[in-house]
């Protein structure tokens, strides 16, 4: 078990005071068996007239900020302390029937998974379709996990990994033709080369923790980062961080779970002035370890 502390900074900055509308947050992370909430604070500055706290159609937990002032600068602060238990892939216990692939899932549980199989985004040609099949042995039985593995280590080793300022994702047909992408590109290729094989995926949004290791370079800290799940009867959901090539939870920490990565904004809002009014952002995402049983001087 490792103790991980986040600390998660945004800035926006404005020309002259500006009034703000309705901000929404997801810095919140989920509480389950591998990661255990201890601590969460949040500081707003200006000081928010309301903060009011919602679980979203996901379960995830969504604060909604009201500002009452005007201001040249708004700013948001979030710290958490949580437990966290790594989950060794191999130790995943996939039931008989969905070891190989195809598999079909249970009657029951297509019902709620339905709309985490179609495929969201188009693919006219069948690009997508023809690069997710190539994973899948033709003429073998093909094993579930590997194909998944073997997708999500393809991504990380044949894609070049990029920060890009601009909002929202590319679309899979976008990433597969250049090449390159953010985490969260690679998430939704992931996801959809998945659903494009009948599997259900989801988007995720969090944190990654980048530790001193030999030679090795983890992609996606100092800022938010995102992955995906795909559903696999018996192991349930399960982590796949094709940025980093990490199958399972190691150094992810989950805060928001989605359909759509539209629907896991870590952070959205309004502000009432010019576009010419905005000078800019800054986010900063810190995350360190603790040894169990201490405590960090604040």
Do not use: K
């Amino acid at each position: 078990m490792t103790i991980f502390s986040v600390r998660h900074s945004t800035v926006y900055r404005y020309l002259r005071p500006v009034a703000f509308g309705e901000h929404r947050l997801m810095f919140r992370p989920r509480d389950s068996f591998d990661q255990r909430l201890l601590e969460a604070a949040l500081v707003v500055d200006p000081t928010p007239r309301q903060i009011r706290w919602i679980h979203d159609v996901f379960g995830n937990c969504v604060a909604i900020v009201q500002i009452a002032e005007p201001a040249t600068e708004l700013r948001f602060q979030s710290h958490i302390r949580l437990e966290h238990t790594p989950q060794v892939p191999l130790d995943l216990q996939i039931d008989e029937e969905a070891l190989t692939y195809p598999f079909s899932y249970d009657g029951d549980e297509i019902i709620d998974l339905e709309r985490t199989i179609t495929c969201h985004h188009s693919d006219p040609d069948g690009v997508l379709d023809r690069w997710a099949r190539q994973f899948v042995r033709v003429g073998h039985p093909t094993e579930t996990g590997h194909l998944l593995m073997t997708m999500c280590y393809a991504i990380h080793e044949s894609f070049v990994y990029e920060r890009r300022l601009a909002r929202g994702t590319q679309t899979p047909l976008d990433t597969l033709q250049f090449r390159r992408g953010t985490c969260r590109d690679f998430a939704v290729l992931m996801m959809e080369a998945a659903r494009s094989l009948g599997l259900a995926a989801r988007f995720v949004t969090g944190y990654i923790y980048v530790p001193s290791r030999d030679g090795s370079i983890t992609r996606g800290g100092g800022s938010t980062h995102a992955w995906c799940q795909i559903y696999l009867p018996g192991a349930g959901w399960v982590e796949f961080d094709p940025t980093n090539g990490i199958v399972g939870n190691r150094d992810l920490i989950r805060v928001a779970v989605a359909r759509d990565p539209r629907q896991a904004i870590p952070l959205t809002g309004s502000y009432d002035g010019r576009p010419s009014d905005y000078e800019g952002m800054s986010v900063q995402v810190n995350v360190t370890t603790e040894t169990p049983g201490t405590f960090p001087n604040r």
